[in-house]
């Protein structure tokens, strides 16, 4: 049935508690907020979270300079993640291990877009560098490269990290500094006079709130909807495939961006792991997470072993679906608040690059509940506004 918070009344509920649920309650907590806190999770497991089932990596190659400098910070977070948390000796020293993302065009018209961005991210500090296809060769002899017009690679500050003890440890300090987590459903909102006057959960209990923050991810559309708001915020599906080399690569595999949209990174220990998606990309549904088990011998396989011929001979380990929050409007986040219902704010729509982007996303929502304001980055170009305006600020490197 799920649980009843302590309290009938919240000054801010939180729905949703994956990453960034838990990274909003934390930068509240971090920046003072003075308020009880409320977070309200469906599935206290996460097992089927965006965040859980994402490929836990991190780039600066996007298309826009505030994106990238999002992701910088989202770095610069991860690695001093025990700094930024006290110098608490419990939270882990993490690390980034930067294989880099390595994006591949095999067009004269990808080529020119791919060198569009890279001058966007050095302009913006990022290591990006552009590859002919016998640069990419000589990095990475395993490609074939015939096909390839050009290459961008970027291997300071991005690749793997730890998404999970990250997001646990986001968790664990806000919950010690007192945010109330509990495991239920938002099902109903009062609006009234402009303003969210409380939700109601699955188990009938209404909370009266002084705002509300949609950390809902893929479901954040619905979320909307309960107050009447309309955000093109919807799942889609994401395959991914963790598979063994006969013959292991001889050096780190970038997260590799093919020109058929498949995505392939290093996984350690002579495993790797696949992911992308085939054929039209509707929405589905919430509890759809079934696995089209003939993808991977129709398409995935023959594309790898395409494009590294040494996965000829791999074994296939593990498989899995997860859900985008994809934003249909321009693939963008929605951050902030909304202008009709003034106290309902939106952390949402990040359409697969949220992860990454969270600490950066987190800081900014706090600061602006806080101070009224941005204090660090100005996020205000991904307020809702937009989307009533017409005005996409549309992000082109999406994977």
Same mark, same amino acid.
């Given at each position: ?120 991210? +050095? ?58 987590? +509990? ?210 600020? +549309? ?5």
């Amino acid at each position: 049935m799920g649980a009843a918070p302590e309290r009938d009344s919240y000054d801010v509920v939180i729905v949703g508690g994956a990453i960034m649920g838990s990274v909003a309650a934390w930068f509240l907590t971090d920046l003072g907020f003075d308020g009880r806190i409320l977070v309200v999770e469906r599935d206290m497991s996460f097992e089927r979270s965006a965040t859980a089932t994402s490929t836990s990596c991190i780039r600066q190659q996007f298309s826009s300079e505030l994106n990238v400098k999002i992701s910088q910070f989202g770095a610069d977070f991860i690695t001093n993640m025990r700094a930024y948390m006290g110098g608490d000796a419990r939270v882990p020293q993490l690390g980034i291990r930067s294989f880099g993302y390595l994006y591949l065009a095999d067009t004269q018209a990808f080529a020119d877009d791919l060198s569009a961005r890279a001058a966007v991210q +050095v302009a913006a500090g990022a290591a990006t560098r552009l590859l002919t296809a016998d640069q990419v060769q000589r990095l990475y002899p395993f490609y074939a490269v015939d096909d390839i017009v050009l290459g961008s690679i970027n291997t300071r500050g991005e690749g793997y990290f730890d998404s999970m003890a990250l997001f646990e440890w986001l968790r664990r300090q806000a919950q010690e500094r007192g945010v109330a987590y +509990v495991e239920n459903e938002v099902v109903g909102m009062d609006v009234s006079a402009g303003c969210v006057q409380s939700v109601t959960l699955a188990t009938g209990e209404r909370i009266a709130c002084g705002h509300v923050i949609n950390a809902a991810g893929p479901r954040a559309g619905h979320v909307a909807g309960l107050a009447g708001i309309n955000l093109p915020v919807e799942p889609r599906k994401r395959y991914s495939w963790v598979f063994k080399a006969e013959q292991p690569l001889d050096r780190d595999l970038p997260l590799t961006i093919d020109p058929s949209g498949l995505h392939v990174r290093e996984n350690g220990g002579g495993t790797y792991q696949a992911g992308g998606h085939f054929g039209d990309d509707l929405a589905v549904a919430f509890d759809d997470f079934a696995m089209d088990h003939d993808l991977w011998e129709a398409e995935v396989w023959p594309l790898l072993a395409a494009r590294i011929p040494q996965f000829e001979t791999i074994k296939l380990a593990h498989s899995w679906v997860g859900h985008y929050e994809m934003n249909t409007f321009d693939h963008n986040a929605v951050l902030g608040p909304h202008p009709q219902v003034s106290n309902y704010l939106f952390i949402n729509g990040f359409s697969g690059h949220g992860l990454q982007q969270a600490p950066a996303m987190g800081r900014g929502l706090a600061e602006w509940m806080c101070f009224g304001s941005y204090q660090t980055l100005d996020l205000s170009e991904f307020h809702f506004d937009r989307l009533l305006s017409g005005a996409p600020q +549309v992000e082109k490197a999406v994977i």
